[in-house]
């Protein structure tokens, strides 16, 4: 689709815009913002809301969960049409999305800043800030090096803006294709949900049992194993959703090491290795590589004569025997269960033929791959979606098509 665009050009005092159009006009933030900053005394409202990924959400204020305050009288009250930033953790957070506009009256933390705004529409300004905050304006303030920004940090950022008029046409035209290029993506993400659930579905149907198979405890297919004394082998962890793996490909979501190795667990490619307090979760796989583990984990040799260890990996990590394994797990704390061998070893273990364990496990491999191809090419047509949303706003809000022909 080609976009008209404006005709004559001035340049810009923000070296982000270079030039905008000749009838635009650039101002100060001050001289279109006011800070809201009204608390909540009194408990005067109790209608508790968010930033979260760009959009102002509600939240329970009666949940127990997450880092909520006793008192909610500390936090701010805020109004339709304000435009609210969360301008904190700069330097550790640069990808999140950092300003949004306010739709109802309600409560924020004292942490973000609130804005009012006189002479420019609310809803254009949300679209100018949401081009800063993808052109990553706001990290570059206080000469990069700022933690945090308040009001005072702003007051001189240059807004650029046409005439109201134009910015409602600015705004119609962004709110019509941000919708439709928003549909597309909500389409795009469901049909990668329903592909993993077609693909838990699979596989929960390859290793449920027939008739013609057989039972064993698991202690005679799995027998734990502790070498320790190898501190020059690689790091293993043990992912939910991804088995056992490299601790260096696991983005360091997993506790560090400690500082000696000489006590952490040899594992052998085929050995199936427990996290034995999230074991009940998913927390264990086979593992494809040789390497060493916290001596914290179960460590378990398999016997092959039994049990093909690539249909293991699938049928230990399936629902219906994690929730074997929760059962055979005791509780240590809120949130964690802590597996027992009396328990797990008389875990019964249904299987095929080894030789059947095989073919099951390569087609499984197989279909797996073709399921993976198409949720990797369909999540870089969401990423494309979403950079095309991201460079229509940016053109739109300083002046690099016309969006009143193009509305």
């Known amino acids: 689709m080609s976009l008209p665009k404006h005709t004559s050009f001035k340049p810009a005092v ?14 100060p933030f001050y001289a279109l913002a006011r800070e809201r900053k009204v608390k909540n005394k009194g408990m005067k409202e109790d209608n508790l809301l968010s930033l979260s990924y760009g959009e102002i959400v509600r939240k329970d204020i009666n949940t127990p969960n997450g880092l909520l305050p006793e008192s909610f009288e500390t936090y701010q009250i805020v109004e339709p049409d304000d435009v609210i930033f969360r301008l904190t953790d700069l330097q550790n957070d640069k990808r999140s ?3 949004a506009i306010c739709s109802e009256r309600g409560i924020i933390t004292s ?5 009012q705004f006189e002479g420019i529409l ?5 679209y100018l800030m949401r081009a800063y905050d993808v052109q990553k304006v706001f990290y570059s303030m206080g000469g990069g090096l700022r933690q945090s920004l308040g009001f005072e940090d702003l007051r001189r950022m240059s807004i650029v803006s046409p005439s109201i008029d134009e910015q409602v046409a600015v705004v119609n035209f962004l709110d019509h294709e941000t919708s439709q290029i928003d549909r597309l993506i909500k389409k795009k993400s469901r049909f990668i949900e329903l592909l993993t659930e077609k693909r838990v579905v699979e596989i929960i149907a390859a290793i449920s049992p027939k008739e013609s198979w057989k039972v064993f405890p698991f202690w005679s297919i799995a027998k734990s194993k502790s070498v320790s004394g190898h501190p020059e082998e690689g790091l293993l962890s043990v992912y939910l959703d991804r088995g056992v793996i490299p601790y260096s490909e ?5 506790h560090k090491p400690a500082e ?6 040899l594992v052998e490619p085929g050995d199936l290795v427990m996290n034995n307090q999230q074991a009940w979760r998913g927390s264990l796989g086979v593992s494809n590589h040789r390497g060493i583990v916290s001596p914290a984990y179960l460590v378990l040799h398999l016997d092959q004569t039994k049990i093909d260890p690539s249909f293991a990996n699938y049928m230990f990590r399936a629902r219906p025997y994690v929730e074997k394994f929760m059962l055979a797990s005791m509780s240590v704390g809120d949130i964690q269960r802590q ?3 009396p328990h797990l ?10 030789a059947e364990q095989k073919r099951l496990a390569v087609a499984l491999d197989q279909e797996g791959d073709r399921i993976a191809g198409l949720i990797t090419k369909t999540e870089r047509s969401i990423e494309l979606l979403k950079e095309k949303r991201s460079a229509l706003i940016t053109a739109a809000v300083t002046g690099k098509i016309d969006a009143r022909t193009a509305a």
């Not at 942490?111 to 804005?115: S, V």
């Open 339 to 341: 597996i027992k061998w």
């Open 345 to 354: 070893r008389v875990v019964p273990v249904t299987v095929p033929d080894v």
């Open 14 to 27: 923000a070296p982000w815009i270079q030039e905008i159009p000749s009838h635009w006009v650039e101002k």
């Open 250 to 254: 696991g983005g360091g979501l997993v």
């Open 111 to 115: 942490a973000y800043l609130a804005a």
């Open 122 to 126: 609310p809803a254009f300004m949300n």
């Open 97 to 99: 999305l950092r300003s």
């Open 260 to 265: 000696s190795l000489e006590k952490y667990q």
